[in-house]
């Protein structure tokens, strides 16, 4: 099966992550005679080579997707939503924003926000609500408030 080489730039910044894509080659010599010329222009040339990536694609192929996907805004309003429902269940009275700066707890809040995506079972999620604050944030929750915070969360 012939495959297709996309080459891209991609780096982060303050906002989120800036992507160009550059152009589609048929083999990977070729990607990367174009990176080389990419990199002398105004602009790639102020970024890390590592800044260039090379892809490797199957034509007529759904590789990518299959299942959809949730936009950012989505997916950071969910976080905001997250935060303030654990925020208000352990008695935290900061801001989402505030409360993220302080790294246990957004870790904490990552992990939870990942076991959501992956099932709804109240009472997994209400556990590890109670291990995640116990392990991290040395606080000892009531599996009963747990419980009613990961209902919420399943909302």
């Not at 590592?50 to 892809?55: A, D, K």
């Not at 999620?125 to 009963?144: Q, S, V």
Request: negative net charge; glycine residues 4%; charged residues 30%.
């Amino acid at each position: 099966m012939k495959k297709f080489y996309l080459l891209y730039h991609a780096y982060d910044f303050a906002d989120g992550k800036e992507i160009k894509h550059l152009g589609l080659y048929s083999s990977t010599e070729n990607a990367e005679k174009a990176r080389q010329r990419y990199i002398k222009l105004a602009g790639f040339s102020e970024y890390p080579e590592n800044c260039f990536y090379i892809c490797e694609f199957a034509p007529d192929n759904d590789e990518y997707w299959k299942d959809g996907f949730v936009n950012t805004d989505r997916i950071s309003e969910d976080f905001r939503n997250l935060t303030i429902t654990l925020n208000k269940m352990a008695d935290i009275k900061e801001t989402p924003e505030t409360s993220w700066k302080n790294q246990d707890y957004y870790y904490v809040l990552c992990e939870i926000s990942a076991l959501r995506y992956r099932t709804d079972d109240i009472q997994e999620i209400a556990g590890y609500i109670r291990k995640l604050f116990r392990d991290y944030m040395e606080t000892e929750l009531n599996p009963h408030l747990c419980t009613r915070t990961a209902e919420k969360i399943l909302r």
